[in-house]
């Protein structure tokens, strides 16, 4: 995730308003969030004309993930006193909510600018990291590092935006820099660790064990250092330690979230409840569409991103990266029908939502990027809860749903530290609970929604034979196939995910059955996947 950048107030605002925004800032920095919210809030009551005020009220709500009414506090302060630093700010929060056209909008404009403030630079470059544009964000996180050398931020942003263009020595770079300014980063000594394939010689493992902090001293600091000593320690082959400290670091983090796998797996029954063949059955198409999305989806770490680089190296298809337009844009049509039905789920309103807007706002979302080809791939795993919504609002659209048997599946998810995301990853019989009810899920989908619509990838079956399986994926999209599509490792698609690192190499079946390096560590996750039927095939 990319970091929020320090406050730093405009030239020409008067003494008063640098004290309060300072003065914010301090509690912001201290970790009190709330009252650092409380005084932003009582200082735009006292000066409602105060852009400061207005701007540093979007800031605090931004680090809150506030992001509806943190844009609204930014176009305030914007229409007060319209300027480079607040047109950026402008633009991030755009994209934060979703509304692509805007953001981008806003961030050409700034981009065709000279002299940006490194502040400004990095607001674009974050812009065009969320609208996918990963090769435009590079260019102006380097900007921005170059504008101001020094700035961790900076410096953690642009590995970052290096990493998503493939450039993983320059990101290392960038992140040694960082920690030689500021060892116990901890996010840095992570990220550096994902960032490539270590040697034997060539690794970090002694420096890891020396800096790991104690759990009871540093909660955070002991989680990442542990998951990058178990990320390393996978990668020279002492699977046993790795094993140790992957389960370590799960551990840990399990005691910091709030989390209940029960609340996942109703949700997946409520959804196979109301979104049935009735359902998808009032679909409608209202206008022609351009473009054809492809809604690629399963779990993470299941392939996806291998197989966008297969589907985008085809002249007709434009990889979106990890496109979150369609769930943002459901959860609009939700909010906007909630106050009706304040006693439904959201599974429940879902049934009452103005699918056609939300065909309109998704697919203007995407073309907001400017997409010039036929098709376009939008990967994101967690869309496989939306199957039943995609085809409801756009009956057009293609589903590839790719998945690993389930050992390899759980294994995949349970060594891949998600750090917010994912928290039924962090104890093995959550996770075989919550791929359960992902499984049932999948079937409840293939028994409801047309085979012209639903297509499944054996990610086993596909790197076992690329070509054969290519071809399969390319016949349902009724798109023309070549095994040069297979040569993903030599093609310029930019990926921001876990496995940026991992998907540049060639096709290979390096990861089929590598549960088996630990499985008696496993039997736990094991004897509940047995539990649930979930092992075997015919179920």
Known sequence: MYRAGHYSPAQGVWEESINRKSQISKLVKRGDLSAAISQAKTWISSEPENWTA???????????????????CYKRAYSLSPGDLLQAKLALAFAQVGDMKM?????????????????DLSAVAKTFTLAGLHSQAWQFAKRAVETLP????L????ALAARACGKMDIAIDYLEKLLASNPRDWQAVKTRSDLKEWGEDNNHLRDLVEMLPSEEDDPDGFILVSAALAKENWDVGAYDVAFDYTAKAARARRRQINYSATTDISIMAEIRKYHDAKFLSQAQSNSALQQVPIFLLGLPRAGSTLLERVLAASSDVAAMGE????????????NAVKRGGRHKSAIQISTDIDFGKLREDYLQSVAARGVETRYFVGKLPMNFLNVGLILRAIPEAKIVHIFKK????CFSIFRTFFGDGHPYSYDLEELASYYGSYRELMRHWRSEVSEHSLFDVSYEDFVSSPDKGGRKVFDFLGLAWSTDHLSVNDKGINTDTASAAQVRSAINTKSVGAYELVEKQLLPLKARLTELGALDPSH
């Open 406 to 409: 389930p050992m390899d599946a």
């Open 54 to 72: 207005w701007a540093t009220f979007g800031d605090c709500l931004t680090i809150a993930r506030a992001f509806a009414p943190a844009l609204d």
């Open 323 to 334: 496109l979150h337009d369609f769930p943002r844009a459901y959860m609009r049509q939700i």
């Open 103 to 119: 953001a981008l909008g806003h961030a050409k404009r700034l981009a065709a600018k000279k002299n940006l403030q490194a502040a």
């Open 155 to 158: 410096l953690f942003n642009a």
């Open 150 to 153: 020094g700035d961790t931020t």
